[in-house]
C-alpha cells in the first residue's frame, strides 16, 4: 500500500509538482501531423495546461497559451499567418517562440515605441516524427525525440490511433509492466465474452523483470512454453517514462491532467513481399471510442479497449493506499521506485533516465523485438498469413487493437497490403 502522498505523487502532473516536473523532461505526441491538414489550429490540453497548437502557412508548428496575454482571447479561434499564430480579436501575432512580432493598432499609433518587445506568449516546441506531432514543456535546450527503430522500417503501413480515457494517466502507464494480466483480461474473458467457458489460456509459470537503458523489461513462461521461448528470452518492453512497446506498436499514455489521459497509439504492418515497394505518403490517424453508446458500457471486444476498462474501473484516480499488491506485481513495484529515483535526480541537478541527446546514437535506437525479422526483411503472404500469435499479435486480415477504425483507414489498409479485412475484434 502507499500513503495517500505517495499516491497523491505520481498522480500529479501540473506545473511545479514532482512528477509534472519529471514529465515534463520528455517529448510527448500529443496530435497526428495529417490532423493539422485541414484545420491548422486545434485546441489541446497537456499537463494540466491549456494550449494551442498550430501549423502556420510555412509549415511550422508551434504550441502556445490557450489565452492571448493581451485581452484573453481564445487563441484556438486565431488564424495561422506566415509565421506564427494570428488573434483573432485584436490581431497580435506570435511567433513559435512566443515572442509578439505584430501589434497592428499598437504599431500604427505609436510606430517608435516597442510594446510589442515586452510581451510574450507562454509557448513550447514542437516537432513531428513517424506522423505524429511531439510537444516539449520542460526546460531548454530540449532533448531529443527518440528515434526508435520502428519509426526507420520501410514498407510498412503505419496508423496513429487516438482514444480520451478519463482517469489519471498513471494507473494506464501500469498496465504497461503486467504481464500476467494478458492471461485473464485478454485471453481467457475474451473466451467468456465469446459465449464460451473454455478452454482458458495457458497460465503463466514464471515472470521476470529487468531494468535496461529505455525502460523495463518483462519476461514470462507459460504452461505452453518454456526458457527458449521469445517470450523469455526477448521479452517486451514498459517504455520510459509513459509508453508500452511490443514489437510492432507503442502506446503512449500521455498525462492530459490529473484526471484524464491521451492514448496514443503507433501501429506498423509490414505489406507482403508481393507489395513492395511501398511508400506511404500520408500516415492516417482515427480516434477509437471507448464507450458503447446504446449501453453506456466500455467497448470491451479488442485489446486495448480491455485495458481501458482495466484503467477507468479503477477510479479516476486509483486509491493505491487500498491495494494488496502480490507477486506478480514485482514489476509495478520497481517502476514505482525508478520514478521517486528519477525525481531525487532532477531535484539534486541530474537528468532522469530516458534521456538523448546524442545525435549519432540516437540515428535508430535499438529495442528488444520479438520476430524483428518480419518488420526489417518481410516475407511472403503465405508466411504472414501463417505466423504464431507469440510473433505477430496482430494478424493480418484483422485489427486487433482499437474498435471502431474508420472505413478509410481500412481501405487504405487493404490497398497498401493487398490483404481483406475482416469487421470483427477478437470477440466474434
Given at each position: ?182 492471461e485473464w483480461m ?45 517470450l523469455w528470452t ?79 474501473g479503477q477510479g ?113
Amino acid at each position: 500500500m502507499l500513503k495517500e502522498s505517495q499516491n497523491r505523487m505520481f498522480q500529479e502532473v501540473g506545473p511545479g509538482t514532482p512528477m509534472g516536473n519529471l514529465m515534463r523532461h520528455y517529448w510527448h505526441p500529443v496530435a497526428a501531423v495529417a490532423e493539422l491538414d485541414g484545420n491548422p489550429t486545434k485546441p489541446i490540453r497537456l499537463m494540466g495546461e491549456n494550449l494551442v497548437l498550430y501549423k502556420d502557412l510555412s509549415g511550422g508548428y508551434g504550441l502556445v497559451d490557450r489565452h492571448c496575454p493581451h485581452r484573453r482571447a481564445d487563441m484556438s479561434y486565431g488564424f495561422v499567418e506566415k509565421c506564427g499564430l494570428r488573434c483573432n480579436y485584436h490581431g497580435w501575432l506570435f511567433d513559435e517562440k512566443g515572442a509578439c512580432i505584430e501589434q497592428p493598432f499598437e504599431e500604427m499609433i505609436d510606430p517608435d515605441g516597442n510594446f510589442k518587445g515586452k510581451v510574450n506568449i507562454k509557448a513550447y516546441p514542437v516537432e513531428a516524427k513517424a506522423g505524429m506531432l511531439w510537444a516539449y514543456m520542460g526546460s531548454e535546450p530540449a532533448p531529443l525525440i527518440p528515434n526508435w527503430e520502428p519509426f526507420t522500417w520501410k514498407n510498412g503501413f503505419s496508423q496513429v490511433v487516438f482514444s480520451d480515457i478519463p482517469c489519471n494517466w498513471f494507473q494506464c502507464q501500469e498496465n504497461s509492466i503486467d504481464p500476467v494480466h494478458f492471461e485473464w483480461m485478454h485471453a481467457n474473458w475474451s473466451t467468456r465474452l465469446g459465449n464460451a467457458e473454455g478452454p482458458y489460456a495457458p497460465t503463466h509459470q514464471k515472470i521476470k523483470f529487468e531494468e535496461f537503458e529505455h525502460g523495463f523489461i518483462y519476461k514470462r513462461v507459460r504452461e505452453d512454453t518454456d526458457e527458449e521461448n521469445p517470450l523469455w528470452t526477448v521479452g517486451r518492453v514498459c517504455l520510459w517514462p509513459n509508453a508500452l512497446f511490443t514489437g510492432g506498436h507503442f502506446e503512449w499514455r500521455v498525462p492530459v491532467d490529473d484526471e484524464n489521459t491521451l492514448s496514443v497509439s503507433w501501429f506498423f504492418s509490414r505489406v507482403p513481399h508481393d507489395r513492395e515497394p511501398f511508400v506511404q505518403e500520408r500516415i492516417p490517424y482515427w480516434t477509437s471510442p471507448i464507450k458503447d453508446p446504446e449501453t453506456g458500457r466500455w467497448i470491451s471486444s479488442h485489446i486495448i479497449n480491455q485495458d481501458i476498462i482495466a484503467w477507468v474501473g479503477q477510479g479516476v484516480q486509483a486509491d493505491r493506499t487500498q491495494e494488496h499488491l502480490g507477486r506478480s506485481d514485482e514489476g509495478i513495484i520497481m517502476i514505482r521506485k525508478r520514478y521517486v529515483d528519477d525525481m531525487k535526480r532532477i531535484d539534486n541537478g541530474e537528468e532522469p533516465k530516458g534521456i538523448y541527446r546524442d545525435k549519432k546514437a540516437n540515428g535508430c535506437i535499438d529495442l528488444p523485438i520479438i520476430g524483428k525479422e518480419q518488420f526489417i526483411n518481410g516475407h511472403t503472404r503465405e508466411e504472414i498469413d501463417n505466423f504464431p500469435r507469440d510473433y505477430n499479435p496482430s494478424t493480418p486480415n484483422r485489427f486487433l487493437f482499437h474498435a471502431g477504425q474508420p472505413e478509410e483507414v481500412r481501405k487504405q489498409y487493404e490497398a497498401a497490403t493487398g490483404v481483406k479485412m475482416m469487421d470483427k475484434g477478437i470477440v466474434e
